[in-house]
């Protein structure tokens, strides 16, 4: 499902008018992508994100519980 989602997302986010579901900006055609989840429940994808974005997000996560 997963695959099938980002590829579906992939022609609309190379038009370059795609806001990152994170932070609200436009990502670049150009640009690296994520197709972001929710970070509660990982079945729940919430749409394109920047890269960095997505990996900010990862990292905080990830010491959330420190």
């Known amino acids: 499902m997963?695959?099938?989602?980002?590829k579906q997302w992939e022609p609309?986010?190379?038009?370059?008018?795609?806001?990152?579901?994170?932070?609200?900006e436009l990502i670049p055609a150009t640009d690296d992508w994520h197709l972001g989840h929710d970070?509660?429940?990982?079945?729940?994808i919430r749409g394109p994100e920047h890269g960095a974005c997505n990996l900010?997000?990862?990292?905080q996560a990830s010491h959330r519980y420190d």
């Open 39 to 44: 970070d509660e429940d990982r079945s729940i």
């Open 2 to 6: 997963f695959a099938q989602t980002r």
């Open 56 to 59: 900010k997000a990862a990292g």
């Open 12 to 24: 609309k986010v190379r038009t370059g008018t795609v806001h990152c579901w994170r932070c609200i």
